[in-house]
């Protein structure tokens, strides 16, 4: 009786054991799944995340690319581009420059500014390195003291053929007298852009500074 009871016991202690086990065995693949369905998640997560990312820098390189075409387009201010600015002055030094005839192009000798090196000095006329939109302006002193040249100063801004716009300036036995003009004109690659004197066969053109001759290109289209 006593042999039987202990084996009875050692049965249910064996039965108790395999069915703890058994839990415990369903508890870690319980666990196991749950881990490995975060990890699933965490994956889909990172996968998404990387696509975001992905397009993220597709558009910031691309609008880079826009940023580069809009710096670099044809039409835009020069101090924006590679290529300028262009931009010159020049004036006439001497006190007198005399006996300047009818249909003469100006000559200003002295260059103050020449960025794009347009402006010829020995000439006196600007070649347009760039198309674009221009301002020049023009100022001109007329001398009158009897010995240099007759007074009634008549000029004009050129481009090529065209006239832009003209000066006009009448000195007297005691006074000299100043003229002055600014155009906003479109030039082409290689035009040429100066001052040219119109009916005067004996102009005397004062200097000292006052006559002068500028350019500047605002935009290049």
Known sequence: MGGAYIILLACCASCYAASDLEIFQ??????????EGRVAEQNGLITSQQSVIEAL??????KDEELKDIIHRPS??????GDGPVAFTAAIQPRVQ???GANATVKFETVITNLGGGYNNTTGVFTAPLPGLYMFSCSL???????????KLHAEIVQNDKILGRVFAHADDTNRDQGANTVFVQVNQG?????????????????????????YLLMQL
Not at 26 to 35: G, I, K, Q
Not at 76 to 81: A, D, I, M
């Open 26 to 35: 369903s508890l870690v693949l319980d666990r196991l799944n749950t881990l």
């Open 57 to 62: 820098l597709k558009t910031v390189f691309s």
């Open 76 to 81: 835009r201010f020069v101090l924006e581009s």
């Open 98 to 100: 005399d006996h300047v």
């Open 141 to 151: 002193l007329d001398h009158f003291d009897g010995k240099h040249g007759s007074a």
């Open 191 to 215: 035009d040429r852009i100066f001052i040219r004197s119109v009916d005067n066969n004996d102009l005397a053109l004062g200097g000292e500074m006052y006559s002068t001759f500028s350019g």
